[in-house]
């Protein structure tokens, strides 16, 4: 045989001598058990949703390493923040925080702050002149640097 191991023939044979021709059907194994329960899943759900408690967690937001410490202290689970935020994934969290805002802030005051211009019109534009324009560009009374164009040819 070709590139095939012994012991995989082996495997193959005795798999179609148990279930036939369905038994040589590849296997999908189930993978690692899952480390958090589906009710302790619930509870990081919960706790992810009602947010920190500035005073009892020292944070103000959750953060994945935060999350992480949060397993490790209540449920003595120790895993990579990564682990977390594809929890975080499963439980159809994301990881985006809103815009923060401040607790005290004044709509009516920064609406009277905002400084609010006229929209430009084609008129006003059009009433420019080339000279205006260039003034604009090179205010009078500065001299342009002198530039001299030289021209190099090869024989």
């Known amino acids: 045989m070709n590139g095939m191991d012994r012991q995989t023939l082996r495997d193959w044979v005795h798999r179609y001598n148990a279930d036939g021709v369905a038994g040589l059907i590849s296997r999908v194994s189930a993978g ?18 009602n947010g920190p ?8 937001r959750w953060r994945c390493i935060d ?24 439980l159809e969290m994301t990881r985006l925080q809103p815009r923060p805002f401040h607790p005290k802030k004044d709509g009516a005051a920064q609406e ?3 400084n609010v211009w006229p929209a430009p019109s084609a008129s006003s534009f059009c009433d420019m002149t080339f000279a205006s324009l260039h003034q604009r560009i090179r205010p009078v009374g500065i001299a342009p640097a002198k530039m001299e164009i030289r021209a190099f040819w090869s024989s």
């Open 32 to 49: 690692p058990a899952p480390v958090l329960t589906e009710a302790e899943m619930a509870e990081l759900r919960a706790l992810v949703l």
């Open 53 to 60: 408690g500035p005073a009892t967690d020292e944070v103000v």
């Open 67 to 90: 999350l992480r410490d949060k397993v490790a202290q209540r449920y003595a689970v120790y895993v990579h923040k990564r682990t977390v935020a594809k929890w975080l994934g499963k």
């Open 112 to 114: 009277t702050f905002k």
